[in-house]
């Protein structure tokens, strides 16, 4: 299982329209991180989200980690066929030290 | 970019042959991180380092080594490598907090 649930695993959504990615967990999140594949690629870190309630924007995606700190939304607006490929959220954990646990990932595809 | 490379990018071997993977920075970061990737199963970790000659297994270390003799490289070998080794393989590293940055990977086929 993972532990670090993400929500949906893949959606295909028509050119211009909005869309929003969850990433859930069932403990404190203390560092949230997004990225971005696309195929055949190596993961590309779009943003980095620390304190509850926290929101950033890069473009038109924006980020947001949740009060108590348990789930991040990745939002896009009027989204574009380069948005397309695979989000994944990765996140701190006291336990793990300086290693990062990741979610299995979420596949987007952009109709034109 | 954040200064990492790996090579070779495509590498297709045969079963029982050693191979060895680099990855290369040029950041100093201190933490290096071997993943592979697989359909169904996500990212998931294989050794880590955390400065020269110190590293430590991740999740699925079984017939993996790694080795980081400089600050820069940090080396993946398969002692002898099996089909259920064919992967993506991504390094990564990370300065000490803050999100660890990814190559672009390496594709092995193992036949």
């Known amino acids: 299982s993972q532990e670090l649930e993400q929500s949906p695993q893949s959606l295909i959504v028509q050119e211009g329209k909005n869309l929003t990615i969850n990433c859930t967990s069932s403990?404190?999140?203390?560092?949230l991180y997004w990225y971005k594949q696309k195929y055949g690629e190596g993961l590309i870190f779009l943003m980095m989200?620390?304190?509850?309630?926290e929101e950033k924007s890069h473009e038109k995606i924006t980020a947001k980690l949740d009060e108590k700190k348990q789930q991040s939304s990745l939002h896009i607006t009027a989204s574009q066929p380069s948005h397309a490929g695979i989000y994944l959220c990765?996140?701190?954990?006291?336990?793990?030290?300086?290693?990062?646990?990741f979610g299995a990932g979420t596949i987007l595809r952009v109709k034109s | 970019d954040a200064g990492i490379t790996q090579s070779p990018r495509h590498k297709v071997t045969e079963t029982g042959t050693p191979v060895t993977l680099r990855c290369h920075q040029t950041?100093?970061?201190?933490?290096m991180y071997w993943y592979r990737q697989d359909p169904g199963h996500g990212l998931r970790l294989i050794h880590y380092?955390?400065?020269?000659?110190?590293?430590d297994k991740g999740e699925v270390s079984d017939g993996y080594s790694v080795s980081r003799s400089k600050t820069e490289d940090f080396l993946l070998t398969l002692e002898s490598a099996t089909s259920s080794q064919t992967s993506v393989y991504f390094c990564?590293?990370?300065?000490?907090?803050?999100?660890?940055?990814f190559g672009p990977g390496t594709r092995l086929t193992v036949l």
């Open positions: 950041e100093n970061h201190r933490y």
């Open positions: 990564a590293i990370r300065l000490t907090a803050g999100p660890q940055y």
């Open positions: 990765g996140a701190d954990r006291l336990e793990y030290g300086n290693k990062l646990v």
């Open positions: 989200l620390q304190k509850g309630g």
């Open positions: 403990k404190t999140l203390y560092g």
């Open positions: 380092s955390y400065g020269v000659k110190d590293t």
